[in-house]
C-alpha cells in the first residue's frame, strides 16, 4: 500500500457518530466480523491499538479486511475509528483470528504524525469512502478530500 494512501486512512472525519463507547467488547488482536451492505463484502477489522484521543473519545485503530472473493481492495491497513462505532459497526468475533496489516504501524505512524481525525461512520462506509479514493487516485485523480 502506499504511503499517501496509508495517511489518508485516517484523516477522513464523517458525522454523525453512531453509537457511545462501549470498550469492555474491544482489545488489541482481536478480529471483529462487520455489518455490510453489499454481497460483494465480507468485512473484518482487527484492533492494533486503543487509546484516548486529544478530545477526549476512545479512538481504535484497525485494519480493514475484505475477505470477498469479488474485493477489489482486499486490505486497508491503517483507519481510526471512534469505539462507539466501531462496537455498533461490528459486532461480532471473527471465527478466527486475521493477524494485523504488516502496513497498520506505518499508517498509524502517518496518522499520528499529522495529527489525523478520526472516522465517526460505519467501517461499511468507510470502505466505500476509501475505495472510492485508491479508485480516483490511481486514475489520477484526488478522489474525496
Known sequence: MKPALLALAGTLCLAPTLATATVTELE???T???QSTGPDRKL???IGRIETHTDGRIVVSVSIYNRSPKSGLPE???AAI???VLSASCPTPAGGPI???PN???GYQQWRSAK???FTVSVDRIYDVLVDQVAKARQGGQGVQ
Open 32 to 34: 471483529l466480523k462487520c
Open 76 to 78: 486497508l491497513a491503517h
Open 44 to 46: 473484518y477489522v482487527t
Open 99 to 101: 493477524p494485523i496489516s
Open 82 to 84: 471512534d469505539a462507539g
Open 104 to 106: 497498520f504501524e506505518e
Open 28 to 30: 488489541v488482536g482481536k
Open 116 to 118: 489525523g481525525r478520526v
